[in-house]
Each structure stands twice: as C-alpha cells, then as structure tokens.
C-alpha cells in the first residue's frame, strides 16, 4: 500500500497490545492517530454443522455430521438446526434430526420454537408442516391451550398459511391438552 503522510501507511499497522490485536489509523487531525482492537481474544466457535448443513439444504453433510456424533440441536444464528430445517422447509431433515434426538422446546432468538415455525414457515408444505408438528408433540412439544397465550395464533397462523392439516393438528393438541388440564 501507499504511505501516508503521517508515517502510517494506507491500511494501518497491525501490532498486538497486552495479547489482543489492534490496528493503529491515521486520523483526520495532524499528528493524531486512532487504534482500533480487532480481536477481543474471546474465542468464537465455529457454527454447527449441523446447522450449517440443515439451513443450506445439504442433506449428505447433514448425515455425515450426525454420523461423526455432532449433537442434532447444534446452533447457527441462534437457531437451533430443527428449526432451521423447518423454517427451509425441509420436512425430511427435521424428522431426522428429532429421530437424531433433538429437543423440541428449543426455542431460536424470536422466542419462537420448532412448533411455531412449523407455522411460520412459508416454504414448508402443508402436509410436512403437519408431519413434523405429530412427530413434535409426539416427542412431547406442547400447544398452548385456548386461555394461554399463544393458543389461537398458532391455530390462526396455520390458517393464515393456507396450513389446514397442520391447524388441525394443533387444535386437536391444543384440544387434548385442555381436556386433560379440566
């Protein structure tokens, strides 16, 4: 790069402070200079797998994660995998992933869980969204009932989304649970 005028060349200096990198920059002011710290020193871990493979659609890495003993409720952007398979639309992945063992109460950065994106998510079909939902609450997901909240809008959503068989299978679930609760 090109230097600059006050001895800093164009892309700044690099120089590690107290075991954390920062770059030092020219500043607008004659004979000031600005520092900026690129690394914090917290180690990041790299995202799931998993997740990685069930948000791209990418089936075959998606085994071979799972098959190398990475756990099914692996994360990417706060998203736990099963929920990103769903909000993909990827009704095979998610079933696999809960027959993997994934959680069905994790819930992603929204606060939403895997049964509202069964919902939620525009690109699965009606007919997985509701495959995936009997599987859920199979494993033990829960549908709120009538006078809790949360209840009507997920019945309401489905509908909404054109989601008959999947409206259905949450009232029947919405249904049972407060039969059994009074």
């Known amino acids: ?14 120089f590690v ?7 030092a920059h020219g500043s607008e002011e004659p004979g000031a200079y600005e520092c900026v710290q690129i690394d914090d020193g917290v180690h990041v871990p790299a995202p799931s797998r998993v997740a990685m493979a069930a948000w ?3 089936r075959p890495e998606l085994e071979a994660a799972l098959d190398a003993g990475e756990s099914a409720d692996g994360v990417y952007q706060g998203y736990p995998a099963l929920s990103l398979a769903i909000l993909r639309g990827d009704g095979d992945a998610a079933l696999r992933l ?3 063992g994934a959680r069905v109460d994790v819930v992603g950065p929204t606060g939403d869980g895997p049964i509202a994106h069964c919902a939620l998510s525009r690109t699965l079909s009606d007919e997985q ?6 599987e859920l609450l199979r494993r033990g997901a829960t549908v709120p ?12 959503l489905a509908l909404d ?7 259905s299978v949450l009232a029947d679930a919405a249904g049972a649970r407060a039969k059994a609760q009074g």
């Open 98 to 100: 809960l027959s993997a």
């Open 1 to 14: 790069g090109r230097q600059m005028s006050d001895g800093i060349g164009e892309g700044g200096i690099d």
């Open 145 to 156: 009932v009538v006078d809790e909240p949360g209840a009507e809008s997920l019945v309401a």
């Open 129 to 134: 969204a509701a495959a995936v939902a009997r």
């Open 161 to 167: 989304r054109g989601k008959l068989l999947l409206a």
């Open 56 to 58: 791209k659609g990418m």
């Open 17 to 23: 402070l107290e075991g954390r990198a920062v770059v």
